[in-house]
Nanobody
Framework: QVQLVESGGGLVQAGGSLRLSCAAS????????MGWFRQAPGKEREFVAAIRWSGSSTYYADSVKGRFTISRDNAKNTVYLQMNTLKPEDTAVYYC??????????????????WGQGTQVTVSS
């Protein structure tokens, strides 16, 4: 089992920044990819970014490219999502997720085995 706990959400004005953290515990050696997803009210959960637990490969949704940066600190078993130039449409609950196996479907929720409880991000206009 892998446990994930997100933190860092909050209320910010448009154009501002936030950094989300996802602390992983348990069998973290079994993790292959870590991802961030988000879900706005009335919408489906959507992919935001992903990073391989080892190596440097990162992946982003087109809507956040150039504004968001995913990174990790393996020593702390923590993945971060630095969000800059936030827009009101970025408002959502942000979820951290872990995938144990190599996959060609990093952007789909079904590829991930473990999920955090989510953290709310609200961007005011």
């Amino acid at each position: 089992q892998v446990q994930l706990v997100e933190s860092g959400g909050g209320l910010v004005q448009a154009g501002g920044s936030l950094r989300l953290s996802c602390a992983a515990s348990g069998r973290t050696f079994s993790v292959y990819v870590m991802g961030w997803f988000r879900q706005a009210p009335g919408k489906e959960r959507e992919f935001v970014a992903a990073i391989r637990w080892s190596g440097s490969s990162t992946y982003y949704a087109d809507s956040v490219k150039g504004r968001f940066t995913i990174s990790r600190d393996n020593a702390k078993n923590t993945v971060y999502l630095q969000m800059n130039t936030l827009k009101p449409e970025d408002t959502a609950v942000y979820y951290c997720a872990a995938d144990r196996f190599p996959t060609n479907s990093l952007t789909t929720t079904g590829s991930y085995d473990y999920w955090g409880q989510g953290t709310q991000v609200t961007v005011s206009s």
